[in-house]
């Protein structure tokens, strides 16, 4: 599962790294995105726009969100299956955060390219249920790489550079194939402040690594 990650590239880095022609939409430097909030993502036709991080089908009852989607079963699952056929975007990514089990306590840490590289994860989105509501994302998630195993077995499905242009093309015969775990050796990660765990804070101090050591 991925629940929290952040994105403070300037706007101007998002729109050129991924071609966005129309920018719809304008993000401030977040450190601390959290599901239901309003997040920005590239569309086939290269716009960047708002959805609400949380799929709700169009047909459900109760409006549960799907904050993740397991990119193995996409192609079997009703919620998910006309999603991944006809509507796959592009999340851009700083970094994102899990936690590792320490004791009792549970430890959180930040996760990024080497060096800091923008990325994308794959997405998949519905319609709004009601004309003036926001569509609906869900990020889609992989097996764990070595780095991340050792504590959780789900990672984001972050896609190569050479791949995102086919993970858009609404005619790629098989968008599935392109969900793979990412190579651990080219991310890092390290312990941050548990502050990162109330969604009230949102800052650079988030994704500053704590004393208690650095991996990857």
């Known amino acids: 599962m991925c629940g929290r990650f952040a994105l403070h590239h300037p706007n101007d880095e998002i729109h050129e790294r991924f071609s966005v022609e129309r920018p719809l939409f304008l993000s401030e430097p977040r450190y601390n995105i959290a599901p239901t909030q309003t997040i920005g993502v590239v569309t086939p036709a290269r ?5 609400r991080w949380g799929l709700v089908p169009r047909w459900s009852k109760d409006g549960k969100p799907f904050l993740n989607a397991r990119g193995e ?3 079997e699952k009703p919620s998910f299956r006309t999603a991944l056929q006809k509507r796959r975007v592009l999340v851009p990514m700083s970094g994102f955060y899990e936690w590792r089990t320490d004791g ?3 430890v959180p840490l930040h996760i ?3 060096g800091g590289a923008l990325y994308a994860a794959a997405g998949i989105w519905e319609p709004p249920a009601t004309p003036d509501g926001l569509p609906t994302v869900a990020l889609i998630t992989v097996a764990a ?3 991340i195993a050792t504590f959780h077995d789900r990672m984001p ?3 190569v550079p050479t791949e995102e242009a086919a993970w858009l093309d609404e005619h790629h015969p098989s968008p599935a194939s392109l969900l793979r775990t990412y190579a651990a050796d080219e991310m890092e990660m390290w312990t941050v402040s548990s502050r ?3 969604v009230k804070d949102d800052d650079p101090g988030l994704v500053e690594p704590e004393r208690r050591g650095l991996f990857g």
């Open 157 to 159: 499905a972050i896609l």
């Open 145 to 147: 790489n070595a780095l």
């Open 104 to 106: 009792k306590l549970k």
């Open 196 to 198: 990162v765990n109330g």
């Open 47 to 51: 716009e960047r726009v708002g959805m």
């Open 73 to 75: 079963t996409l192609a």
């Open 112 to 114: 990024r390219l080497r």
